[in-house]
């Protein structure tokens, strides 16, 4: 059996964001093919609904760019109904798209030992 560990999926990728309404839009862009492969078979569009359900979207869709080793996920209903109609301090996309890098996730060790500590 292979060694594994838990890293932060920002060891994996990066993420950009946008928020259009009550829709915030978070894209991510593994560093390479062999992270992207994690990508696909943990960050299914459940695991991301469920690692947002303290914001309780309506929806989560995956789509994958598989030409450039990313995906995107649209979540309907996280804002808190957009960004104008929002009491709390910031339900705009940035602030989502750095949780969804706080997401664990299990790779080889070897991966693990290649990739950076830090936020790239």
């Not at 995906?71 to 969804?100: P, R, T």
């Not at 299990?106 to 936020?119: F, G, K, M, S, W």
Request: proline content about 6%; some cysteine; hydrophobic content about 45%.
């Amino acid at each position: 059996m292979t060694n594994t560990v838990e890293v932060p999926l920002y060891r994996l990728a990066h993420s950009r964001s946008g928020d259009k309404g009550d829709i915030s839009n978070l894209s991510l862009i593994g560093w390479d093919d062999e992270c992207h492969a994690v990508l696909l078979e943990q960050v299914t569009e459940e695991r991301v609904a469920q690692w947002f359900a303290y914001r309780r979207p309506a929806r989560v869709t995956r789509y994958v760019l598989p030409g450039l080793s990313a995906m995107n996920f649209v979540l309907e209903g996280v804002l808190d109904g957009g960004v104008n109609d929002a009491l709390n301090l910031d339900a705009h996309g940035k602030s989502l798209s750095f949780h969804l890098l706080d997401l664990p996730v299990t790779v080889p060790a070897a991966l693990a030992a290649r990739l950076p500590d830090v936020p790239g």
